[in-house]
């Protein structure tokens, strides 16, 4: 009974915290650091309209790895077909976050990396474990869909949702996929 109450109040929070069945969470406001050390703000994230896709993830997160390696491999393509942008964030803490920038450096990324080094934004977003990726309606700033966890192959439906994001069509599923 217990478990039951406390899941039913855990889904209802959700559900009111992201917009659950339209997306309704704004992207929040949060200082990140650039990978030259800058303060930004994370309102201030925007793609001219076109989706932005925000990626949560650490260094020592070998699925955020793997699963920005595989976006990283279809990047340009997604850029070219839809104008996705990809910010990803790195939740690496004040200690290990010296190693972000020769990391990316060494593997390539094209995306903007940001270091939440205090875990400011990760608290304001509600991610609880990485990788977690929210893709942003770039009209809006609204959270239209989300998605915590990685499979090999779950780039390909993340792209078909930013595909529907980008031509207008919309989502129709949560914005709280997993």
Known sequence: ?????????????????????????ILPSANVKDLQGKTVNTSAISNDGKPILV?????WCKPCLQELKAIHNVYDTWKQETGVKVVAISIDDARNASKVKPFV????????????ENGDFKRAM????????????????????????????????LYEEIKKLASGTGIAAPASEH
């Open 126 to 157: 509600n991610v609880n474990n990485v990788p977690h990726s929210f893709l942003i309606d770039g009209n809006t700033g609204k959270v239209v869909w989300q998605h915590n966890s990685y499979a090999p192959g779950d780039e390909n439906h």
């Open 105 to 116: 450096n060494g593997l390539g990324w094209e995306f903007d990396v940001y270091l939440d």
């Open 55 to 59: 990626s949560f993830w650490a260094t």
């Open 1 to 25: 009974m217990k478990k039951t109450f406390l899941s039913f109040v855990l889904s209802a929070a959700a559900l009111i915290v992201f917009g659950g069945f339209g997306g309704t969470q």
